[in-house]
């Protein structure tokens, strides 16, 4: 809002409407018009940057949880080549509607991932065994021995939960992995009407359970 930037843009306008005959106030009214403008169009951009969805590198992750992202971007890639193998009509579009869904899929897993590599890395900060000895050590002020305990049920939380986000996307990505192999079937032969909503709904199914995850990753005690 007061970026130099603006601030000079502002003084030109000024300026500008100035040397084009307008009295000091309608000067002042073009100035504070530009201000305006600017900062709205700031603001727009912001929001604009912040909703799209970040670019999914499954190597800016550790293992395992670039794995899991790998495994979902090789699920995508095996069901866009089926893809391509399909004649234009009904059934590609109907194939074109399930990748949509596929592709949501590899980005909930992407960011279900990212949250678990914040795990880890909080998990990691805490040093465990310096807090173990402190905690073991009868002698220590009552404080001490509260933080060390407090620092080992914390580690303790976090490794639980770091655990059973690492079991949800493995059994997740298999789903995904498993329901792609059969929306990829559907490029080689006729399916009835039932298999086609039956594919649908598992990768559905699949989806709504990662962004289930990663809403419960994105809330207050996603980490208890």
């Given at each position: 809002?007061?970026?130099?930037?603006?601030?000079?843009?502002?003084?030109?306008a000024?300026?500008?409407?100035?040397?084009?005959?307008m009295?000091?106030?309608?000067?002042?009214?073009?100035?504070?018009?530009?201000?305006?403008?600017?900062?709205?169009?700031?603001?727009?951009l912001?929001r604009?940057?912040?909703?799209?969805?970040?670019?999914?590198?499954?190597?800016?992750?550790?293992?395992?949880?670039?794995?899991?992202?790998?495994?979902?971007?090789g699920?995508?890639?095996r069901?866009?080549?089926?893809?391509?193998s399909?004649?234009?009509?009904?059934?590609?579009?109907?194939?074109s509607?399930?990748?949509?869904?596929?592709?949501?899929?590899?980005?909930?897993?992407?960011?279900?991932?990212?949250?678990?590599?914040?795990?880890?890395?909080?998990?990691?900060?805490?040093?465990?065994?310096?807090?173990?000895?402190s905690?073991?050590d009868?002698?220590?002020?009552?404080?001490?021995?509260?933080?060390?305990?407090?620092?080992?049920?914390?580690?303790?939380?976090?490794t639980?939960?770091?655990n059973e986000?690492?079991?949800?996307?493995?059994?997740?990505?298999?789903?995904?992995?498993?329901?792609?192999?059969?929306?990829?079937?559907?490029?080689?032969?006729?399916?009835?009407?039932?298999?086609?909503?039956s594919?649908?709904d598992a990768?559905?199914?699949v989806?709504?359970?990662?962004?289930?995850?990663?809403?419960?990753?994105?809330?207050?005690d996603?980490?208890?």
């Amino acid at each position: 809002m007061i970026s130099p930037f603006t601030v000079l843009l502002v003084a030109a306008a000024a300026a500008l409407a100035s040397l084009a005959g307008m009295p000091w106030w309608g000067a002042a009214l073009v100035a504070a018009a530009v201000w305006a403008a600017k900062v709205l169009a700031r603001s727009k951009l912001a929001r604009l940057t912040a909703s799209r969805p970040s670019r999914i590198d499954p190597f800016a992750l550790r293992e395992p949880w670039r794995l899991y992202v790998k495994d979902a971007i090789g699920s995508q890639r095996r069901f866009d080549r089926a893809l391509e193998s399909v004649a234009r009509g009904p059934l590609r579009d109907r194939l074109s509607e399930i990748g949509i869904r596929v592709g949501r899929g590899v980005s909930e897993c992407w960011e279900v991932a990212r949250k678990g590599q914040q795990l880890t890395d909080a998990r990691r900060a805490i040093g465990i065994e310096s807090a173990r000895r402190s905690a073991a050590d009868t002698d220590a002020h009552p404080a001490l021995l509260d933080a060390a305990r407090s620092e080992i049920e914390a580690h303790e939380r976090l490794t639980n939960r770091e655990n059973e986000v690492r079991t949800s996307l493995e059994v997740l990505d298999a789903r995904l992995k498993e329901a792609v192999a059969r929306a990829s079937e559907m490029a080689t032969r006729a399916m009835a009407p039932d298999d086609i909503e039956s594919i649908t709904d598992a990768i559905d199914g699949v989806v709504g359970d990662l962004e289930s995850l990663r809403l419960g990753l994105d809330s207050v005690d996603g980490t208890r």
